[in-house]
């Protein structure tokens, strides 16, 4: 039997202006429009701004707030996330559209409800669509500009029915495997187990929104970087992220936190982590992936 458990923190963003236009796929549709329900996983995390923006842009969303019990004393925090999640995925099966699911510290950008859905409105073989994107990888660009591709975190991300059941056996495999005590970095195995399924897996022209929590000690502890930031912004955030906040350095901490996300995404774009050499020269429009991968870095915004 799965028990549902608690997060990781909270956060948000500053920005100025872009010197490349915004990519909009040809079909374009808005995110509130395609979004039937948003499913903000919380545990003690405040969650009045979030709630603010996401009411202004006129979705629908549920608070799952997770109470603390004595027999989670020993499950690993990478565990008790991943039953939070698991939870939403439960009530994504329910849903006959689009499932938002976003973490407590999720800081949407200005406008956020008005962007673009990330995959095409009528597709039928979505299986995950990152709206913010850590260590992310591009495999292929349509004609009308949906990028497949891979992500890790779960902090703001689609899903439907379908792939909101095999999540669910995802999850189950993880529970047997690991137990609930042992660290596991699950969100990275969501794309090839997806891929499994003959589904495909989206992320965005640039990203939705930041992380705005605090450094996740057990990753450090497992050899993962401790923060991750959106390395290029849609916008300007809707509010300051956790990180941010005032007896944390305010707008000065914000400056130099985005600075350097900033720097390290067009590094793995140099680097060609971003986009791998192989997919390069395996894809039969090389140059519709290059410009995606270059377009997306040319912002003024932090």
Known sequence: ????????????????????????????????????????????????????????????????????????QTYSRSYLCLMNHYRAWEKA???????LIIEADFVPVVNFG???????????????????TCAP?????????YAEGFSTAMVAY?????????????????????????????DSDIDKFLRK?????????????????????EHYKNGLSKNHRADVLYGKLAFLPFYASAERGGKENLLTARIQARLKGIAR??????????????SRTPTRLISFAIRRQLSFYL
Request: aromatic fraction near 12%; proline fraction near 6%; charge should be positive.
């Open 269 to 282: 774009l140099l680097l060609g982590k971003f986009l791998r050499i192989p997919v390069i020269q395996g």
């Open 114 to 132: 008005k962007l673009p859905l990330p995959f095409h409105p009528h597709q039928k073989d979505v299986g995950i669509s990152w709206l913010y």
């Open 158 to 186: 689609i899903i439907n029915q379908q792939s909101a059941k095999y999540l669910i056996e995802l999850a189950e495999e993880i529970n047997q495997k690991y137990g609930t005590n042992a660290y596991s970095s699950w």
């Open 137 to 145: 990888q591009i495999y292929s660009v349509s004609e009308t500009g």
């Open 1 to 72: 039997m799965f028990i549902q458990g608690y997060t990781r923190n909270s956060f948000i963003i500053v920005s100025m202006n872009a010197i490349a236009p915004t990519s909009k796929p040809a079909d374009y549709i808005q995110l509130v429009d395609s979004i039937g329900k948003v499913f903000i996983i919380a545990y003690k995390e405040p969650t009045g701004l979030l709630e603010e923006i996401l009411s202004k842009e006129k979705f629908q969303y549920e608070i799952l707030r997770q109470e603390h019990k004595p027999e989670y």
């Open 197 to 217: 399924k003959a589904l495909k897996n989206y992320i965005p022209f640039r990203n939705y929104g930041e992380h705005g929590g605090l450094p996740n000690l």
């Open 93 to 99: 099966v329910q849903e006959s559209k689009p499932t």
